[in-house]
């Protein structure tokens, strides 16, 4: 993930504004204005979720077991930038590893508080859905342009601790610190169409600034594996980046799988969203680029 804006996936783009998940207004059209592909996938997840009384577990357990039904399905990075302003893009056919995440806690939250009654009314369940999207996708869970969206995966995971969305298992890990300049985006502005504008520059440098003073707490690739005991199913995972500037270089889900953690992702280098063959802390020890992780628990709200 080589910086927030060129691993986003998603290609059925909406504008819906963030309208709270409760106050979600219908569309003029009744049929909505997903691309009926996407509302299939949608509703047949929701239907399934529920009737698996994924609606009555922890957000977590529920996030695993919904993240597991992507799984096959097409990796297709930095399709979250289409053409015209920043709108909220939702894409249930095409994934990487940060839309994979926003895709599955958003669904586990519409499980939670609507369930299949709300599939009735398509323009309001869709609308209610991305509502929750944009929630944890844009800073203080509104859209306003492009420097809104939390391009760096360490301030998306300090934005929704912040405003209860995750929990930041630093504490619990045993994490250190990490000191390290956060700048990739503004010295590589050349990879972002959007920071040919030079508002869009000084905006993402003021994050950076922020980002770079605050600092980070990681957990060491040599101490994943003494800590594991510690994450539960459905944990977002973050590894860390070895790449100058970068934060985090790939994101995914905690998976347990024969009293083995693993991660269950849309990967950085092959076809579809899957289940890591190896643990978590061989794969991270294996990975160029790739110096530990970070975590946080999804919690209800």
Do not use: K
Not at 40 to 67: H, K, N, P, Y
Not at 197 to 215: I, K, M, N
Request: charged share 25%; hydrophobic share 45%; proline share 5%.
């Amino acid at each position: 993930m080589i910086g927030r804006a060129l691993v986003a996936a998603a290609a059925a783009a909406v504008v819906v504004g963030t309208p709270t998940p409760n106050q979600a207004p219908a569309r003029a059209d009744a049929t909505g204005s997903w691309a009926d592909e996407d509302w299939a996938v949608f509703s047949d997840r929701v239907r399934w979720a529920v009737g698996a009384g994924l609606d009555t577990v922890d957000l977590g357990s529920a996030m695993a077991r919904i993240g597991e039904t992507f799984v096959g399905t097409a990796y297709v990075p930095g399709t979250l930038d289409p053409d015209g302003p920043e709108r909220v893009v939702v894409d249930f056919r095409r994934l990487d590893c940060v839309t994979f995440v926003e895709t599955v806690f958003a669904t586990a939250r519409f499980v939670r508080a609507f369930g299949t009654p709300a599939l009735d009314d398509r323009p309001v369940a869709e609308a209610r859905y991305e509502a929750f999207l944009a929630d944890l996708r844009y800073r203080d869970g509104r859209l306003d342009g492009y420097a809104s969206r939390l391009h760096y995966f360490s301030d998306w995971m300090a934005d929704n601790a912040r405003r209860g969305r995750v929990i930041d298992l630093a504490d619990v890990l045993g994490a250190v610190a990490d000191t390290e300049p956060v700048d990739f985006m503004t010295t590589h502005t050349e990879a972002y169409r959007q920071l040919a504008d030079p508002s869009h520059v000084e905006a993402v440098r003021a994050v950076e600034a922020r980002l770079t003073a605050a600092g980070r707490r990681y957990v060491p690739e040599d101490l994943v594996a003494s800590v594991a005991d510690r994450i539960r199913d459905g944990d977002i995972v973050a590894a860390t980046s070895t790449v100058p500037g970068l934060d985090v270089a790939h994101t995914g889900l905690a998976l347990w799988r024969d009293g083995r953690l693993h991660l269950l992702h849309a990967p950085l280098v092959g076809s579809a969203v899957e289940i890591s063959a190896v643990p978590l802390a061989d794969r991270i020890r294996a990975q160029p680029g790739q110096d530990g992780v970070m975590v946080v628990r999804p919690v209800a709200s």
